[in-house]
């Protein structure tokens, strides 16, 4: 094999990972199980509350059995910028025709994001949506993984959006310590140390 075709078979491998974006803005999905992406939270009725970013629980959703609604407390504060549901079918058979029809929908996925033993089946498409913001959807299934949702679980979200809430809450949080910060003790006394151990 000569020179030039080593070289155009490298580059062809190399541009072969470079995700690609979706613009067709009316193809960004921005909803699911009835909850949309950037819509106010005050619009639902929840069942419990976490924490940042702030995080509600939602159940016995058509079609899903459970999922968390993720919005902003800082930038922009109620805005949904993350939706996360399992589907009520946990099988690998309704995985493979839930892809089938995404497909269908949005195209070919831009990334496979499962891990490389087929564990967990995981990919990803990328939009951006008619108000220019990042939009990342991703299915994914899994049966056995520990660390990960077990079943099949959809994901969409605003990247940049998150980036925003979490650099937002960075610089209220690094305002709020100002002044507060205590150097640490040269001598450590009983009292100290009863600090710094559980009791």
Same mark, same amino acid.
């Given at each position: ?20 974006? !979706?613009? *067709?803005?009316? %193809?960004?999905? &921005?909803?699911?199980?009835?909850? +949309?992406? =950037? ?51 946990? !099988?690998? *058979?309704?995985? %493979?025709?839930? &892809?089938?029809?995404?497909?269908? +929908?949005? =195209? ?11 564990i967990v089946k995981a990919w990803r498409w990328t939009f951006i949506d008619d108000n220019n913001n990042k939009v990342l959807l ?12 077990i079943g099949n679980t959809v994901k969409l979200e605003l990247p940049d959006r998150i980036e925003a809430e979490r650099s937002c ?12 910060r205590k150097d640490m003790p040269s001598s450590w006394s009983n009292e100290s140390w009863q600090l710094m151990i559980p009791q």
């Amino acid at each position: 094999m000569n020179r030039k075709i080593k070289t155009l078979l490298f580059l062809c491998s190399l541009f072969s990972f470079i995700p690609v974006c !979706s613009t *067709a803005a009316d %193809k960004a999905p &921005l909803e699911i199980g009835g909850f +949309k992406l =950037g819509s106010s939270i005050d619009d639902y009725d929840f069942i419990s509350y976490r924490n940042f970013l702030k995080q509600v629980v939602v159940q016995d959703i058509v079609g899903f059995r459970k999922g968390i609604i993720y919005y902003g407390i800082c930038e922009r504060p109620g805005e949904i910028v993350k939706i996360k549901l399992k589907y009520r079918d946990s !099988s690998e *058979a309704f995985y %493979k025709k839930l &892809l089938k029809r995404y497909k269908k +929908k949005f =195209g070919k996925p831009d990334a496979y994001i499962g891990d490389s033993f087929g564990i967990v089946k995981a990919w990803r498409w990328t939009f951006i949506d008619d108000n220019n913001n990042k939009v990342l959807l991703r299915l994914q299934n899994n049966l056995k993984h520990p660390d990960e949702s077990i079943g099949n679980t959809v994901k969409l979200e605003l990247p940049d959006r998150i980036e925003a809430e979490r650099s937002c809450f960075n610089k209220q949080c690094a305002m709020n310590r100002k002044g507060k910060r205590k150097d640490m003790p040269s001598s450590w006394s009983n009292e100290s140390w009863q600090l710094m151990i559980p009791q």
